[in-house]
């Protein structure tokens, strides 16, 4: 699609709390439609990384290109990110939690509609229209006039991705979505993800399902002790990893899943 | 009693709903001032601000911490002293709403902590600001958790009109002492006073149970 400049570029991005610090320059380039997974140890720095992104968390360092967006987040820079940039910048990209954080004083539809309709200043009718289009494409079109609390956790989830989804962002992030989640209830959400990576979406995700990330993603991402440890394309990564700690990483996490099978077999 | 019931109602019925009337418009017009000043305190404990936090503290420990009377008669009494002369109604709206304000402040505050921070997550991380997140998504929350707390405080604010008969307002409690200096009939008028007061606590709180049962019904 696009040639030359990629659509996310991320250069040396540092942030630490207090003394600790989590992310120790990670940078990375990321293409039009490109569906990037991120894989690695609880602690590591992957919620952390995806949240530098949206600049829900501030880094202390490194620089930033998204679009018509040039951030140096170094103190005092002069292209330091200001509140109204952090504001259009977070417009465009979504974002999609592990607790689906729906509003509960509005309905489906409502949680949908709010953002364009507030942000946008999308007409109301249309909002509505999109929003029902959304939901009907997801399967949740019979519950728009529900409450939150009326569904399940992976149609919560589901709607969470479609209020990202209203704004018509260019990037989404997906950290651990899944799991909340009832086992069960994972595939219908994980279905829905990879039908968007079909669609072209470009999107990241912080996942701990290594099948998914295998069939679904054209890149994965290591991350160890704040750092990018590894990456390159499923097959090499999952199959062949390189390093010591990945292998471990994953020799642990497919050991986690095979008795987490055999348990719900019992 | 002396004479009829009847007699007496047809006699001080109009006087009583006069004074019940301004009862209520005291009530309301002190609510608005204490949901502003409570709801400006909550924020303002959460500030980054240290004076704003320190302001807001203070204001919560001097109400709390004195008689509302004492607050009443600053207001009312001392202030002229620095130049500033308010009219009893007006004096009486002021001094109750910073006191109720306090204790409204503690509730929305205990609200706001009820929220959970994903709340506010998910609408930051959608472009909202932070003033647009607090007003559509987290105190519309706020205020449904809040609403059978804020109606206790709205019916302590009700029964503490009384105090401003101390202040020459012609309320409830004043309109009967003036009518017990005439007749000598101190009981049937507290009596009556207490009723009327009993009348107006019912209906507020049926009224706030009715507000409830709607939002338990929208979630
Ligand atoms: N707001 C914060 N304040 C202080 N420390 C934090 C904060 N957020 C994260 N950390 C710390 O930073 C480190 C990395 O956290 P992060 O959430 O990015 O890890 P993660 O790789 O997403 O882990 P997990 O798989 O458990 O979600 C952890 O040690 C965490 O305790
Ligand atoms: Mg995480």
């Given at each position: 699609?696009?040639?030359?400049?990629?659509?996310?570029?991320?250069?040396?991005?540092?942030?630490?709390?207090?003394?600790?610090?989590?992310?120790?320059?990670v940078s990375l380039d990321v293409a039009q439609g490109e569906v990037v997974s991120i894989i690695g140890a609880s602690g590591s720095g992957k919620s952390t990384f995806l949240r530098s992104i949206n600049v829900m968390e501030m880094p202390q360092a490194g620089k930033m290109d998204f679009g018509d967006f040039h951030f140096d987040f170094r103190k005092g820079a002069a292209s330091h990110p200001t509140k109204v940039q952090?504001?259009?910048?977070?417009?465009?990209?979504?974002?999609?939690?592990?607790?689906?954080?729906?509003?509960?004083?509005?309905?489906?539809?409502?949680?949908?509609?709010?953002?364009?309709?507030?942000?946008?200043?999308?007409?109301?009718?249309?909002?509505?229209?999109?929003?029902?289009?959304?939901?009907?494409?997801?399967?949740?079109?019979?519950?728009?006039?529900?409450y939150p609390a009326r569904l399940s956790g992976g149609q919560q989830q589901r709607v969470a991705i479609a209020r990202a989804l209203a704004m018509k962002p260019r990037l989404m992030l997906f950290d651990e979505v899944t799991s909340a989640l009832d086992p069960e209830l994972v595939h219908e959400v994980l279905v829905l993800m990879a039908s968007l990576a079909a669609d072209g979406m470009t999107m990241l995700l912080v996942t701990h399902e290594i099948a998914f990330a295998r069939d679904v993603s054209s890149r994965v991402l290591f991350f160890d002790q704040g750092v990018m440890a590894e990456q390159g394309p499923p097959d090499r990564v999952l199959r062949n990893p390189e390093s010591p700690r990945l292998r471990q990483f994953l020799h642990r996490i497919l050991h986690d899943e095979m008795t987490r099978t055999t348990e719900d077999q019992a | 009693m002396n004479g009829s019931l009847l007699q007496d109602i047809a006699a001080y019925g109009p006087g009583f709903l006069k004074a019940a009337w301004l009862v209520l418009w005291l009530t309301l017009l002190t609510i608005l001032v204490s949901w502003a000043c409570g709801l400006l305190a909550a924020l303002a404990q959460r500030s980054d601000l240290r004076l704003v936090r320190g302001a807001a503290a203070f204001y919560i420990w001097f109400i709390r911490g004195t008689p509302a009377l004492i607050q009443i008669f600053i207001i009312y009494f001392g202030l002229p002293q620095l130049g500033l002369r308010l009219s009893p109604f007006t004096a009486g709206v002021i001094a109750l709403g910073i006191n109720s304000g306090a204790y409204v402040a503690e509730i929305v505050r205990s609200g706001l902590s009820a929220i959970h921070r994903g709340q506010t997550e998910s609408a930051l991380a959608l472009g909202f600001s932070q003033s647009q997140t607090m007003r559509t998504i987290v105190l519309p929350q706020v205020f449904r958790i809040i609403l059978p707390s804020i109606t206790n405080e709205a019916i302590s604010t009700l029964k503490n009109t009384s105090l401003l008969s101390t202040i020459t307002v012609v309320e409830l409690t004043l309109y009967a002492q003036t009518l017990i200096s005439a007749t000598f009939r101190p009981f049937d008028f507290y009596i009556a006073v207490a009723v009327i007061y009993l009348v107006l606590t019912t209906v507020l709180t049926q009224i706030a149970n009715w507000g409830e049962r709607r939002y338990a019904r929208l979630s």
């Open positions: 699609m696009t040639d030359g400049a990629p659509l996310l570029r991320l250069r040396e991005i540092r942030k630490s709390f207090g003394t600790f610090e989590v992310l120790k320059g952090l504001q259009k910048l977070r417009a465009e990209i979504g974002m999609v939690f592990q607790s689906y954080n729906l509003w509960p004083h509005m309905t489906v539809l409502q949680n949908v509609i709010h953002a364009p309709m507030t942000l946008r200043r999308t007409p109301r009718a249309q909002a509505v229209e999109e929003a029902e289009a959304l939901l009907a494409r997801i399967g949740l079109y019979e519950k728009r006039d529900s | -």
